[in-house]
């Protein structure tokens, strides 16, 4: 099995509605694609620095695959990114990503998401990240969260409010040729305990993994 060599994908949380985890199959990898060719953001409104989105649906859809082995292909311990699919009632309805670079030492980690658009509006973006973060707090013993929107991405920016995240500071990044003014947000361990919105359940959270993600015991 995959999870014999990988660990990560064993890899699980549960929220109220939700699961996060890696793909099972290639299916359920195919199935991402697809909810991302049919469209994630306004045309009008570009939300990420990267224009992933910015083609046609195949084009969309082949790049969410490739982007998925692109995250596990390049996997380090010092540098990680967990590329979650994101499922409703055992369908792919987006993404959520945490990542940690030199996790072990800065206890900090970042963050990404999608939606379908056909999903949106019912409160999953809170609750799929309120669950990478009891994924990152409370099972790995994180100290802070970042995240960042850029102006007028307002559901993302009240994503990173409802679940205590504070402002701090902006950038200003070129994307698609125009400058883009983004808001960066960090949530300390003490936020993110006041303001936990959803329960969630982590498991196969084991020795295997945290080797994967740069936390192995160490041998006295």
């Known amino acids: 099995m995959i999870a014999d060599h990988l660990p990560i994908h064993?890899?699980?949380?549960?929220?109220e509605r939700l699961e996060l985890r890696l793909p099972a199959n290639f299916d359920e990898l195919a199935a991402l694609g697809e909810a991302a060719a049919?469209?994630?953001?306004d045309p009008d409104f570009m939300p990420f620095s990267v224009p992933w989105t910015a083609a046609d649906p195949a084009t969309v859809a082949r790049g969410?695959?490739?982007?998925?082995h692109r995250a596990i292909g390049?996997?380090?311990?010092?540098?990680?990114g967990i590329p979650f699919l994101v499922f409703h009632e055992g369908k792919a309805i987006g993404s959520q990503v945490v990542a940690g670079k030199d996790f072990k030492i800065t206890r900090e980690?970042?963050?990404?998401?999608w939606i379908g658009r056909a999903h949106q509006g019912n409160g999953f973006g809170t609750e799929m990240r309120a669950a990478i973060l009891h994924l990152a707090f409370a099972g790995l013993d994180a100290q802070t969260a970042r995240s960042g929107s850029y102006i007028g991405n307002d559901a993302s920016e009240r994503v990173s409010r409802r679940l205590g995240?504070?402002?701090?500071?902006?950038e200003f990044h070129v994307v698609q040729g125009k400058r883009r003014h983004l808001r960066r947000w960090r949530l300390s361990r003490a936020d993110w305990e006041a303001n936990r919105k959803h329960e969630v359940v982590i498991d196969g959270l084991d020795d295997d993994v945290l080797d994967m993600l740069g936390l192995a015991k160490e041998t006295p």
Request: net charge neutral; proline share 3%; glycine share 10%.
């Open 109 to 113: 980690v970042d963050s990404g998401s």
């Open 38 to 41: 049919a469209g994630v953001h």
């Open 64 to 68: 969410t695959i490739v982007w998925y």
């Open 165 to 170: 995240y504070r402002a701090d500071g902006e």
């Open 10 to 15: 064993r890899l699980r949380l549960r929220t």
């Open 74 to 80: 390049r996997w380090e311990p010092q540098d990680w």
